[in-house]
């Protein structure tokens, strides 16, 4: 899994579950494995019925509220971080989905205060400094936070996540210290040898580049990140292909207007699509300039409602779709929901 090989990683993990199925740290290590390789609607099934038998075990609790968190249910994130928190006040790893989903619903200062408490036990402090920076810097407050991704990489010099993060912000000279840096942390740590990390140094030290105007190193960056993710990922076109002739048999002229306003009338959702790399996140930055409007970003949140409600009711999706959006943005404002697919 670390390397990026899911589909072997799969067929171990379940494995092990036949050998020893009552074993928690087992089906959670399945459930991670399986949220890679199929999606975390896969795992949150395992989880699920893991703490209906184990309600017992923190971790499986905790792993329950990652699922969720990969699954942008942020409001049952919270729920069940807090339930979990009244029994294990002292869980790092419950903290740590406190503060994701609080401040993925944009309560900044709890969201601050939970990875706090998680740094006062002296769970993954570089982690939760990186996480703070990354509200600090949603929130617009650059100089907080360099200050706390600063500290993460004093912490955990080999912490990719603080270096991508870094890449964002710092101004990059030529023969910019931190350059040599990250280069050498990516020929020499060993925390750098797994597919995830070393793929974000990668992207991390492009952006670095192309901010010093080296553009042929940061090519060779971006061009090694993409190549490493391109092999960890599981993709068939014909798949595309399938679902793109599905779709224009489906949403024919005819079906659109037979549609037309069965749905939810609220004006509250903006949505942004196009091809990738198109100009949708400059269009979503130009709508959410405006003072009535908040830039929610990429949401996946229509699949969601789709899962939950079906797809014989437009009137009932559009609803349900409103309600997962009221938790995650100000309700006072337009809303900009920006996915290109």
């Keep these: 899994h670390r390397l990026g090989r899911n589909d072997e990683a799969l067929a171990h993990a379940r494995r092990a579950v036949a050998l020893d199925p009552n074993a928690t740290t087992v089906q959670i290590t399945a459930a991670l494995v399986e949220g890679a390789a199929l999606g975390f609607a896969a795992a949150l099934e395992r989880l699920e019925a893991l703490v209906a038998r184990d309600p017992a075990s923190a971790a499986a609790v905790a792993a329950r509220a990652y699922a969720l968190l990969r699954l942008e249910r942020f409001d049952e994130v919270v729920a069940a971080a807090q339930r979990g928190l009244e029994r294990w006040p002292e869980s790092g790893p419950l903290l740590e989905a406190l503060g994701c989903g609080l401040r993925s619903t944009l309560r900044f200062d709890e969201a601050f205060a939970a990875f706090d408490r998680a740094i006062a036990i002296g769970h993954d402090p570089a982690g939760m400094l990186v996480l703070t920076a990354s509200g600090l810097l949603e929130r617009g407050d650059f100089e907080a936070a360099r200050i706390a991704l600063d500290r993460a990489l004093e912490l ?10 870094l890449a964002e912000i710092h101004a990059f000279r030529p023969g910019d210290p931190l350059l040599a840096r990250m280069e050498a942390l990516l020929e020499n740590a060993p925390a750098l040898r797994a597919v995830e990390p070393r793929t974000m140094l990668h992207f991390a030290l492009g952006k670095a580049y192309r901010r010093a105007g080296d553009h042929a190193a940061a090519f060779r ?12 990922m599981t993709y068939d ?14 949403f024919t002229p005819e079906r659109m207007r037979r549609l037309e306003g069965t749905g939810d009338a609220s ?3 903006i949505f942004v699509l196009g091809m ?12 959410a300039s405006h003072p009535d409007v908040y830039g929610a970003g990429e949401l996946t949140l ?9 797809r014989d009711d437009p009137a009932a999706l559009g609803a349900r779709y409103l309600e997962l959006l009221d938790a995650i943005a100000p309700q006072d404002k337009r809303v900009v929901d920006k996915l290109p697919s």
């Design 237 to 250: 076109v014909a798949v595309d292909e399938r679902l793109a002739r599905e779709s224009i048999a489906s």
């Design 156 to 165: 955990a010099p080999d912490n990719a996540t603080a270096w991508i993060a």
């Design 302 to 310: 229509f699949d969601r409602t789709i899962d939950e409600v079906g």
């Design 267 to 269: 004006r509250t959702p």
């Design 276 to 287: 990738p790399r198109s100009g949708t996140s400059l269009v979503e930055q130009i709508l």
């Design 221 to 232: 960056h971006f061009a090694a990140g993409n190549a490493l993710k391109r092999a960890a």
